[in-house]
């Protein structure tokens, strides 16, 4: 036995398929625990339902009611939390440049919960999406995929808790796809991901090493314009 162990002959066809299968289900059940235990928006642990989405949402409350500044003020910004869901400890910070407050803003044009399935709705099927396009010249069957790609523990928290790892993963996933034959929309891909800053400059040594030159200037402009429409949109507060 500790020789198949010490192979990896144990990890067959039949296991890899099953195990994923085994987790996903244990997800589901936890996720579907979790939403039945909550009260008014609240979980058994005292937080807001997609905790880290819940910082999304009442930044883009900010911004709908004419004061995007507002997120970048440490001490208004935690009032707002408490105001909205009446939570008192584990506030959230506002770490985001300022052109990611527009999709805050759109997203919190609607009710919390309808808001919270839009986007996560929109950033799984993003990183879906990437998780195929990488995949596609393996030609593997559509479904084991599916199931292996949600059944990976990083994206079962990613979901519970309304982060952005969907998001952003979609974006360098996707930026590395069109990269060969698309560099100008990789670049765009490339220039949307500095919505976390310390991702996108990561990026740059290796577009530069490759002499991707193209993708750099497309995603340098497309940086400098998403910078010029907050500053057209939002002012120079936020910055």
Not at 34 to 45: C, F, N, Q, S
Not at 53 to 79: C, H, K, L, N
Not at 158 to 186: C, D, I, R, S, Y
């Amino acid at each position: 036995m500790l020789e198949t162990f010490r192979t990896g002959a144990w990890l067959n066809r039949q296991r890899l398929q099953i195990y994923p299968l085994i987790l996903l289900t244990a997800f589901i059940i936890a996720g579907v625990g979790l939403a039945v235990t909550a009260h008014r928006g609240i979980d058994a642990y005292g937080r807001p339902l997609g905790s880290d989405f819940s910082e999304i949402w009442v930044a883009g409350r900010a911004v709908d009611q004419g004061d995007p500044a507002r997120p970048y003020d440490v001490a208004a910004y935690q009032r707002d939390q408490i105001n909205v869901f009446g939570v008192k400890d584990g506030f959230y910070i506002w770490p985001y440049p300022p052109f990611f407050l527009a999709i805050a803003a759109v997203l919190a044009l609607w009710p919390y919960g309808v808001a919270f399935a839009i986007w996560q709705s929109t950033t799984l099927g993003l990183y879906l999406a990437t998780i195929f396009a990488v995949l596609r010249p393996v030609r593997l069957p559509a479904t084991p995929v599916l199931v292996t790609t949600l059944a990976f523990p990083p994206a079962f928290i990613n979901f519970m808790h309304g982060q952005n790892g969907f998001l952003t993963a979609g974006l360098l996933g996707g930026g590395l796809v069109l990269l060969p034959k698309k560099p100008l929309a990789a670049g765009l891909c490339f220039a949307l991901l500095a919505y976390k800053p310390h991702l996108g400059l990561l990026v740059v040594p290796a577009l530069v090493a490759g002499g991707q030159w193209r993708t750099l200037v497309s995603g340098a402009l497309a940086l400098t314009a998403m910078a010029l429409a907050s500053l057209a949109a939002f002012g120079t507060a936020p910055w």
